[in-house]
T-cell receptor
Framework: DAKTTQPNSMESNEEEPVHLPCNHS???????IHWYRQLPSQGPEYVIH???SNVNNRMASLAIAEDRKSSTLILHRATLRDAAVYYC??????????FGPGTRLSVLP | DSGVTQTPKHLITATGQRVTLRCSPR?????VYWYQQSLDQGLQFLIQ???????AKGNILERFSAQQFPDLHSELNLSSLELGDSALYFC??????????????FGPGTRLTVL
């Protein structure tokens, strides 16, 4: 399975942008990059996904490096509700989800 | 609310016992996934069913089994329970089995405690 590496934890101040990095140097051409997050005491929830181009949705933006070996999840204005564990996952066309340890994001008021 | 329901929310049992966890997927979703989340192992994929048939297998122990019924609900059976089986068990569902837009929707989980 393709692997990703993320920092164990990050901190942000409320209402500031947050950039969550993910390295996936062994990504293959058919691997999609998915981001999920897990709020405290809840199951994971989908955030965003992409293949090659940068993506935006109502929750976040995904910036993908030109060589696709890394990506960054961008939360434009962090709120206290965004405190969660963020998982960067590579899938083979949406299959074979492998969750790593993720990045625990703390948001300070 | 993801639309995925899991019962029970909490389960406390003893070593050596057998339990059944139940999951109802979102309306219209054909795929069901089971995950185990423990403190030291993170979120581990166990097994996937699609429209009643086993589709993919992950790190599922032989003591564990699952099935998906014609009404698409799924059950995860855990037998000969050990202390190390204590964990949160999540069920997720998705519309199909592949594709980049095959978003998984997770239920609230069942917390299993084995004493």
């Amino acid at each position: 399975d393709a692997k990703t590496t993320q920092p164990n934890s990050m901190e942000s101040n409320e209402e500031e942008p947050v950039h969550l990095p993910c390295n996936h140097s062994t990504i293959s051409g058919t691997d999609y990059i998915h981001w999920y997050r897990q709020l405290p005491s809840q199951g994971p929830e989908y955030v965003i996904h992409g293949l090659t181009s940068n993506v935006n949705n109502r929750m976040a933006s995904l910036a993908i490096a030109e060589d696709r070996k890394s990506s960054t999840l961008i939360l434009h204005r962090a709120t206290l509700r965004d405190a969660a564990v963020y998982y960067c996952i590579l899938t083979n066309y949406g299959q074979n989800f492998v969750f790593g340890p993720g990045t625990r994001l703390s948001v300070l008021p | 609310d993801s639309g995925v329901t899991q019962t029970p929310k909490h389960l406390i049992t003893a070593t050596g016992q057998r339990v059944t966890l139940r999951c109802s997927p979102r309306s219209g979703d054909l795929s069901v996934y089971w995950y185990q989340q423990s403190l030291d192992q993170g979120l581990q994929f166990l097994i996937q069913y699609y429209n009643g048939e086993e589709r993919a297998k992950g790190n599922i122990l032989e003591r564990f089994s699952a099935q998906q019924f014609p009404d698409l609900h799924s059950e995860l059976n855990l037998s000969s329970l050990e202390l190390g089986d204590s964990a949160l068990y999540f069920c997720a569902s998705s519309a199909s089995t592949s594709g980049p837009y095959n978003e998984q929707f997770f239920g609230p989980g069942t917390r299993l405690t084995v004493l």
